[in-house]
Every structure is written in C-alpha cells, then in structure tokens.
C-alpha cells in the first residue's frame, strides 16, 4: 500500500476505501477474517459515505466536516486492522498479487521471499538524552528488513553471553530513544543489536554495549 494512502484527499480515499472493502467480502472466507469484522467494516463504510455527502454540501458547517473526518478515522481504524492481521501477517499463506490487487493494494514483490537472512551486524552508539534517557543509533535499515532488534538488561552484574540480555524490543528508525523508571536513576544499561528482516529472522548480535542511565 502507498504509506499516505490514509492521508490523501477524500475522492482517492473513497475509491480506496470502497475497493478495500469489496476485497474484504470477497475474500474473506479464504482469508479467515471473520463475519462481524466484515460486517463493521462495509457500516463503517456506509457511515463514513453518509457524512461525506452531509460534509460537502452547500450548507454544511464545522460539525459536519468533524463528523465526516471522525468516521473516516474510525474506518482507517479498521482497514489497518484488517490489513495487519490478515493480508500484512497472511496467517494462512494464501495472499497472492491478485488478492492484492483486489484490495486496491500493490502487487506482493516477487523478490521479497528470496530476502537472505541478515548477516550483517549492527553497528551502533549510545547517547544520553533527557532524564532517563538512552538513545541508540544504528545505520537506516536495509530494504526489507523489519529494523533492528534490540535486546538488554538494566542493572546487576556485567553480562557475559548475549542469553542474559532477557528484554528485547524492534528498533524501526535510526535514532530510537528508550526511557526508562525512576527506580533505575544510575543503574547500568547492557545492550545488543541485530537486524531483522521481514521474514523474521535475525543477524548476529552486536557486541554488548553498556551505558550508565542518568
């Protein structure tokens, strides 16, 4: 999907919805998406259609306009929804570029599934930030990769294998600002890097790093 196909002006969101939706019925025993979904969506929809047609006439006033931009929020909502959980994830491995395109989606990449796992590993610095601030910055992620997995520990002795790094959390931009409790003023962050890509599977972990949280 275009990334600001949710931001473009009502006449290109209305087909996009509209296709989206017709997608959504058409494919949504094969995809699993379940009936009340479906149901809530083409509501959404319809309640979204009405208030763009009270919105844009002649006498409409600022009530109208928020509750056309309120129900098209709601119906962003849902599309997103559906789009994760059900084309995005593919739980049952069926999505092909047809069913893309019927979504008014683009085309899967037929060169995404031949992504080779990262071998790489992350170079990164740490810096502090506001009160309780660590930032960590890695190089933009690769095409295809999910970003950077980060895994570390606060406090207790200086780890020795990257197992006793027991918190893990996704990096997706180049400077990434963790924030962290009062109760851990002066404690030791120990952190590794390794990049991501989009079939999950992860590079070589970065040497560990360590940075006092102040």
Not at 43 to 61: E, M, Q, R
Request: with cysteine; glycine share 6%; charged share 20%.
């Amino acid at each position: 999907m275009n990334r600001d196909i949710f931001s473009v002006g009502e006449a290109q969101f209305m087909v996009f919805v509209n296709t989206f939706n017709a997608g959504t019925i058409t494919h949504a025993a094969m995809l699993g998406i379940p009936a009340e979904l479906v149901s809530d969506n083409t509501a959404k929809l319809n309640a979204y259609t009405a208030a763009c047609h009270v919105a844009n006439s002649p006498n409409a006033g600022r009530i109208d306009r928020e509750n056309r931009n309120e129900k098209r929020n709601a119906l962003t909502k849902n599309i997103r929804k559906i789009k994760k959980s059900y084309i995005d994830a593919d739980p049952l491995d069926v999505i092909t570029s047809q069913i893309m395109l019927d979504f008014g989606l683009p085309p899967k990449s037929p060169t995404r599934k031949d992504v080779p796992n990262p071998t790489e590993i992350v170079p990164f610095t740490l810096e502090g930030g506001n009160y309780l601030q660590v930032i960590v910055k890695h190089p933009a992620r690769p095409p295809y990769y999910n970003g950077a997995v980060a895994f570390y520990k606060v406090g207790g002795s200086v780890p020795t294998t990257h197992k006793e790094l027991s918190i893990s959390k996704l990096l997706t931009r180049p400077h990434e600002i963790l924030t962290f409790e009062d109760a851990q003023l002066g404690e030791t962050l120990y952190i590794a890097l390794c990049w991501e890509n989009e079939k999950g599977a992860q590079g070589p972990l970065s040497p560990i790093q360590a940075r006092v949280i102040a």
